[in-house]
């Protein structure tokens, strides 16, 4: 069966102290499943190589990248030496465009073991998938400022959609809804106050979701969908939302299960054309970085679900790369309940010794 | 001292319902503290009138009002008849324009009484204020489809924003968190994805601080925003927002605090060149209109605060209408304490029985 090539990327700071136990726990399950997993370490994507050379990344990055399976990533950014814009737009944001990770897919669910924020919520009663349009929308930087330093100023920015972005993304989550057990899709909207291209995605909902009769549609404007996700956490299945919208839902649905330092990502290239990217959803956490007591979970969580998409790759043995994903989640559930706890979940264990023992229980 | 002209506009759904228990308790505090309003009801902007006449407003819509001090607003909207982009842009989103409310005002807060749907927070915990901008920003018809109806379809949809309008909206919160004793000032952005307009904004964020040094200044990114509502609420003093993201803060806000269907806004023009209006953030809620049993707590408390408004207009005998906004405040924290309740909250009174209730208090 075929090997797999990751690239490591560790990026800045507790990026750097969480991948290599996201390394150790994969290898572990390597060993146990039978996995082939092959880690290339590449020093750049992160802001001392920014300040050394003045490029995020080397000429031929893609080149370099284009050969490998997945990337797995720490986090980008450390905005006291380089700006956001420059750290995020030339590595983060560049590998999901020019890379065609236009399915950002972030689970939200709440565990045994973690304090949950929400009054009364208990782990069963909230596990949903949102799924994020990761290429477009309102992520862009067209616009331009009119009358510059007067009082005349005005800044126009665009948001840009395609039917080809939004169908693929609908379509992505539909497809995720109609394979769950409870076939429901909530659909981000604000067609009452943005007024071109929110009606116009509302369509592309309809449009897409003819082809899916069995699954229950629900459009909420973002304002009442984040109050629902505090108020009715359990009424989700698959959320799917625009970029902006997807990045708020992402962030709230694990603030409401405590879980904002676990939470994990994958940035998927479906067709496979490119190598999809896996990366925690928390940043490079400046004021804990350098201690190694950050929490290393949402990185190792983020490695299982690189797995599960590996599974379905051509040519791979699946039912291993499912099974170690499998194991890896529960080595996660087990060691939340009663395993070493770093300071974000009010314990004192090192980034080091809950990555060990995961990979332990693996 | 002068007297204030109130016009009376309730809107569709609950807003019928909510209404008259609004102008019960502000008629109670009239009597009580000595104010002279002057209520003048106005059967338009409602869907009712557009399905009628072809539109949600007559032609003179704005000489009409123009001669009032205040509107105090019901809610509008009713989708099953006439969609929300013509109810709500022909009304609501066109009185912030057209009367230069800029300023969209949205009080969050905990009280006794309340079930909070955050674990282990108590009255006192939550007690800030969002400001809204709200004539500008990613509310716009601007922008539209090339190629429609092919699978090359794309859609720009255009923000804007001036320096003139984001300037008074951040000269306003930096005027309100200076006068408060924390003095501390959230502003929202998303400069790290959205990249002309709001590392723009984050700049006018700067420029206009630079009057206020003693108001410590807090700038986040929506989506750690939106998480931070949920795990910090006791972090936030005065929260500035464009118009999406405090849409979005201003529902959440309250969802956070278990008072949805209590909060009450101001929309505010503080130039008194218009009418300014006030409403609850409460919508028309077809599913439980007709019924006689909504919340008139938002509708109240917006009342309130278009006193506390107009305390502030010049030959306003001021202290009476303070005094009678805190005595509304003050009846409807003991009714929420030991008062009759609404089916939202768990009780079984009727909209006019709690409006009574605070009508007797206050
Ligand atoms: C760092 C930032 C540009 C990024 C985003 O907004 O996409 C992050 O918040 C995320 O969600 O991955
Ligand atoms: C109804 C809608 C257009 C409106 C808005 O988005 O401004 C509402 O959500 C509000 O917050 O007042």
Redesign the pocket.
Known sequence: TRSFRIAAIAGDGIGKEVLPEGIKVLEAAARRFGLALEFTQFDWANCDYYLQTGAMMPPDWKEQLSGMDAIYFGAVGWPATVPDHISLWGSLLKFRREFDQYINLRPVRLFDGVPCPLANRKPGDIDFLVVRENTEGEYTNLGGIMFPGTEREMVIQESVFTRHGADRVLKYAFELANARPRRHLTVAT?S??IAISMPWWDGRADAVGTAYPDVAVDKQ?I?ILTARFVLQPDRFDVVVASNLFGDILSDLGPACTGTIGLAPSGNLNPERNFPSLFEPVHGSAPDIAGKGIANPIAMIWSGAMMLAFLADAPGADGARYRAAHDAILAAIEQSLRDGPRTADLGGKATTAQVGEAIATLV
Do not use: S
Request: hydrophobic share 0%.
């Open positions: 604000k009452n106050g404007h304002d």
